[in-house]
């Protein structure tokens, strides 16, 4: 089992910044890929992106390639998510996931474990 706890959302204009951190315990860290999702409402849940258990490889969605930056640190169990240049489109809640495999995958149902998630609201 792996809990997931995601903070750093909040409320921003648009051409800003927000750093999202996602806090995991329970398991070794580095068995686990991990992925940023996100979900506005309305609409489905989409990957943004995600990262191998080593964090050597990465991968983003076509719509935050250039913007948004993931990486990890397996020392404190966390991964983060670097977005800039923020847009109202971005506007959704974040949620981080970890998939049972240190290989990436871009496929929603192959992770198991998710977070609550965080609000992230770009005002233009």
């Known amino acids: 089992q792996v809990q997931l706890a995601e903070s750093g959302g909040g409320m921003v204009q648009t051409g800003d910044s927000l750093r999202l951190s996602c806090v995991a315990s329970g398991r070794t860290f580095s068995d686990y890929a991990m992925g940023w999702f996100r979900q506005a409402p309305g609409k489905e849940r989409e990957l943004v992106a995600t990262?191998?258990?080593?964090?050597?490889?990465?991968y983003y969605a076509y719509f935050v390639r250039g913007r948004f930056t993931i990486t990890r640190d397996n020392a404190k169990n966390t991964v983060y998510l670097q977005m800039n240049s923020l847009t109202p489109e971005d506007t959704a809640v974040y949620s981080c996931a970890a998939r049972p495999s240190p290989i990436l995958s871009d496929r929603v149902r192959e992770f198991t474990y998710w977070g609550r998630g965080t609000q992230v609201t770009v005002s233009s």
């Open positions: 990262i191998s258990g080593g964090g050597y490889s990465d």
